[in-house]
C-alpha cells in the first residue's frame, strides 16, 4: 500500500536558521507529492507539489525535490521565520483515477526569536 | 473564491446527541473529503465523495457515523448517538482531482 514517513518532532530552530524536515514514501508507481502546512487553529494548506521525478516544487522560500531513487521529498528552507511555526504533513496521491491523498504524520516546527 | 466552507467552527455536546456538520466545497471541485484529527491518530480519512457518490468509506470508524452528499455544494456528516472519544477536529477538503486538496477550516467537536 501507500504510506508516507517523516521525521519525528517536535523541530526547534532559531530564526534564520535552515530547516529540514525529511519525508520518505512507499507508493506503487509514481504518485504525485505534497508538503502541507497547518498554522494554530486552523485547515491544512498546499504549501508545494510535485508531480514527476526530479521536479522541485518551491513556495514562499520553502523547497522540496522529488527524488525517485531515494522514494524522498524533503522539505527544505534556507533562513526560517518565527511565522514559519506550524505543523507540516508531507502527502502523496498515486497515479490513476484514486486521489486520495496519503498523509504523514506530520512535524511539529517552532522557530523561536 | 470563498473556499471550502465549514459549520459550525467549534461545537460541544452531550454524550448520546445527535452531532451534524456541514461543510461546502468549492464550485467545480468534483471531490469532497471529509478527516478526523486527533493527537492520538493524527489525520484520518473518513470517506470521500466523487461527483456526489460516495467511492471509500471505508475509514468511517463505526456504523455511527453517516455522511451525505445530496448535491454538489452541500456535504453533512453525521455522528449518532455521539461518544466522547469522537472529540476530534473534523476537516472537510475539497479537490478538482490528483493535484491537491483545498481544505476548510475545520470543526472542533467536543463531547462531554
Known amino acids: 500500500g501507500n504510506s508516507v514517513t517523516q521525521m519525528e518532532g517536535p523541530v526547534t530552530l532559531s530564526e534564520e536558521a535552515f530547516l529540514t524536515i525529511n519525508c520518505t514514501y512507499t507508493?506503487?508507481?509514481?504518485?504525485?507529492l505534497f508538503w502541507y502546512v497547518q498554522y494554530p487553529g486552523e485547515g491544512l494548506q498546499l504549501l508545494l507539489k510535485?508531480?514527476?521525478?526530479?521536479d522541485k516544487g518551491s513556495n514562499k522560500g520553502f523547497e522540496a525535490t522529488y527524488r525517485k531513487e531515494t522514494t524522498s521529498f524533503h522539505l527544505e528552507k534556507g533562513s526560517v521565520q518565527v511565522s514559519d511555526s506550524a505543523v507540516y504533513f508531507c502527502?502523496?496521491?498515486?497515479?490513476?483515477?484514486?486521489?486520495?491523498?496519503?498523509f504523514g504524520k506530520g512535524t511539529l516546527l517552532t522557530v523561536n526569536p | 473564491d470563498a473556499g471550502v466552507i465549514q459549520s459550525p467552527r467549534h461545537e460541544v455536546t452531550e454524550m448520546g446527541q445527535e452531532v451534524t456538520l456541514r461543510c461546502k466545497p468549492i464550485?467545480?471541485?468534483?471531490?469532497l473529503f471529509w478527516y478526523r484529527q486527533t493527537m492520538m491518530r493524527g489525520l484520518e480519512l473518513l470517506i470521500y465523495?466523487?461527483?456526489?457518490?460516495?467511492?471509500?468509506d471505508s475509514g468511517m470508524p463505526e456504523d455511527r457515523f453517516s455522511a451525505k452528499m445530496p448535491n454538489a455544494s452541500f456535504s453533512t456528516l453525521k455522528i449518532q448517538p455521539s461518544e466522547p472519544r469522537d472529540s476530534a477536529v473534523y476537516f472537510c477538503?475539497?479537490?478538482?482531482?490528483?493535484?491537491?486538496?483545498?481544505f476548510g477550516s475545520g470543526t472542533r467537536l467536543t463531547v462531554v
Open positions: 477538503a475539497s479537490s478538482p482531482g490528483r493535484h491537491g486538496y483545498t
Open positions: 507508493a506503487t508507481g509514481y504518485p504525485s
Open positions: 510535485a508531480t514527476k521525478a526530479d
Open positions: 502527502a502523496l496521491t498515486p497515479r490513476g483515477s484514486n486521489y486520495k491523498l496519503t
Open positions: 464550485s467545480g471541485h468534483d471531490y
Open positions: 465523495f466523487n461527483n456526489n457518490v460516495p467511492i471509500d
